[in-house]
T-cell receptor, first 115, second 111 residues
Framework: DSGVTQTPKHLITATGQRVTLRCSPRSGDLSVYWYQQSLDQGLQFLIQYYNGEERAKGNILERFSAQQFPDLHSELNLSSLELGDSALYFC??????????????FGPGTRLTVL | GQNIDQPTEMTATEGAIVQINCTYQTSGFNGLFWYQQHAGEAPTFLSYNVLDGLEEKGRFSSFLSRSKGYSYLLLKELQMKDSASYLCAVSPSGGYQKVTFGTGTKLQVIP
């Protein structure tokens, strides 16, 4: 158990809908990262937050948005869902800094299925 | 920018040794991670190399050459449970920067 929690574990929805994925980082971790992993694909970095502020942006679609709240939990919002958005969405957290402190601890993921 | 290359798939025999290579080109480099990911599960940390050389941790060892932009993960005495994807990830220099993951090497261990 990494200490990172994600809810829900599974989500099935229809095209055009909007969903919210939630992540609670490890106690003390200020950075939260979101990744998308489609079937048999690598981890695609979406976005990083540090202490409530956006720090880095990857290949995140305009239909997707995220935020980190004062209690440090984060939400990833996916709207106008398409079939191709079906994937595992991982959240990870880390202690800020360089070197080994950049080690990311991953949550169990949310499996999103868009029908 | 950062570019990371790993073989897509490898197959090895139970009890044998396998080496998974990773090459990278980065604009700034601090260290290199290796993660293990079983299908449908979250990646888990294996190692982190900052200095050149080999670091051993039980059956797993990781090597780094900063000048060559090259790393490998060595798995000894392979077990069936080692069948997984192995992700190489580069940590850039500077604080608060995102780690970039390679696409991973899917290792299949056969009897």
């Amino acid at each position: 158990d990494s200490g990172v929690t994600q809810t829900p574990k599974h989500l099935i929805t229809a095209t055009g809908q909007r969903v919210t994925l939630r992540c609670s980082p490890r106690s003390g971790d200020l950075s939260v990262y979101w990744y998308q992993q489609s079937l048999d694909q690598g981890l695609q970095f979406l976005i990083q937050y540090y202490n409530g502020e956006e720090r880095a942006k990857g290949n995140i679609l305009e239909r997707f948005s995220a935020q980190q709240f004062p209690d440090l939990h984060s939400e990833l919002n996916l709207s106008s869902l398409e079939l191709g958005d079906s994937a595992l969405y991982f959240c990870a957290s880390s202690v800020p800094g360089t070197g080994a402190y950049n080690e990311q601890f991953f949550g169990p993921g949310t499996r999103l299925t868009v029908l | 920018g950062q570019n990371i290359d790993q073989p897509t798939e490898m197959t090895a025999t139970e009890g044998a040794i396998v080496q998974i290579n990773c090459t990278y080109q980065t604009s700034g480099f601090n260290g290199l991670f290796w993660y293990q990911q079983h299908a449908g599960e979250a990646p888990t940390f294996l190692s982190y190399n900052v200095l050149d050389g080999l670091e051993e941790k039980g059956r797993f060892s990781s090597f780094l050459s900063r000048s060559k932009g090259y790393s490998y993960l060595l798995l000894k005495e392979l077990q069936m449970k080692d069948s997984a994807s192995y992700l190489c990830a580069v940590s850039p220099s500077g604080g608060y920067q995102k780690v970039t993951f390679g696409t991973g090497t899917k290792l299949q261990v056969i009897p």
